[in-house]
């Protein structure tokens, strides 16, 4: 399957294949306007209901043998994974609606993350991306900044684990794929982590959006606390955490839950907030009825250095 699915992203890269992912309200309203597809973009952007006859050549075999299609009750077809694009390198993730608990995630937050891992411009003996989804941290990691040894792709979630691989190979990035709850299944020294984690409370507790604890906060202080124990403190390790905080009452609970972490392990760090008001239509749900607004959040903390 990885073979040809690499096979497949690589025919839609030698077609010059682009699409952005928006957010999942987006995206369904796109689809309410149009009816069927007509170009690669609807077929593995939009997912949208095909006809064979309007792919190009050698793209119809290479999606069937990649088995990333089903066929619809009216005879047309759906492609089963969704390709995005960040600048020219290709990411395949899960077609959209991400409904399954394993779904393989992309989207808004990744575009951002990716932006904030641009702007560190890290150097890293040794990086791991935590909770990788398809990879796109951890490869953009590799392939912008200074890295000299594999990238460390890690996830909780086998299917993730598997297009972040293939994924990684598209990108000619040398990556370690590997099976690990935060840090732990992760051995050895490590100098950067990276992680875009899941931080809302899904009521389905699906695991690229669950995050646990009473505003979705729990994985979040997990990775910075964990880390923080974790990181190389001889040579200066880094953290970089893209996530998202409810606030409630003008107050950022999730700082106030770090921040004596931080202090305990002499960290420098800068916290700062990228979007004010995301996943607005969150604060509906029960788990949010005192909040006012979910910020998006980079903090950016550094250990052992020679400061
Ligand atoms: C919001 S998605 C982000 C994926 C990717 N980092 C990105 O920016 O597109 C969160 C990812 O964290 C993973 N995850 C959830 N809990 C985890 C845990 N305890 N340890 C490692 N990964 C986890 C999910 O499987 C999912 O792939």
Not at 52 to 76: K, V
Not at 210 to 227: F, Y
Not at 270 to 299: H, K, N
Request: include cysteine.
């Amino acid at each position: 399957m990885s073979t040809e699915l690499k096979t497949l992203l690589l025919e839609l890269a030698k077609l010059e294949y682009r699409f952005t992912t928006v957010t999942p309200d987006t995206h369904a309203l796109v689809l309410s306007r149009r009816p069927g597809a007509r170009s690669l973009r609807d077929v593995f952007g939009w997912n949208l209901p095909f006809e064979p006859s309007i792919l190009p050549p050698g793209l119809w075999q290479a999606l069937q043998g990649a088995g990333a299609c089903e066929p619809l009750p009216n005879g047309s077809w759906r492609a089963t994974v969704r390709v995005s694009t960040v600048g020219h390198l290709l990411f395949a993730h899960s077609a959209f609606p991400t409904v399954e608990a394993d779904a393989v995630f992309f989207g808004p937050d990744s575009y951002r993350f990716v932006r904030a891992i641009r702007q560190l411009g890290a150097t890293a003996t040794r990086a791991v991306d935590v909770g990788c989804g398809s990879g796109v941290g951890g490869i953009t990691l590799a392939h912008f900044g200074a890295l000299s040894s594999p990238v460390v792709l890690a996830d909780i979630n086998a299917r993730a684990l598997a297009l972040a691989g293939v994924n990684a190979e598209l990108a000619h990035v040398p990556a370690e794929v590997i099976e690990s709850d935060v840090l732990t299944g992760v051995d050895g020294r490590v100098d950067l982590v990276i992680s875009n984690p899941p931080y809302l409370v899904d009521r389905g507790e699906r695991a690229y959006r669950h995050g646990g604890g009473a505003h979705g906060e729990a994985l979040s202080t997990r990775i910075v606390r964990e880390s923080l124990a974790r990181l190389d403190r001889d040579g200066g390790g880094s953290l970089l955490l893209y996530t998202g905080v409810a606030i409630v009452e003008g107050h950022d609970p999730f700082l106030a839950s770090i921040r004596e972490d931080l202090q305990q392990s002499r960290a420098k760090y800068s916290y700062e907030e990228l979007d004010p008001d995301i996943f607005g239509s969150e604060l509906a749900e029960p788990a949010y009825q005192d909040a006012e607004r979910i910020a998006a959040v980079l903090l950016h903390a550094r250990v052992g250095h020679d400061f």
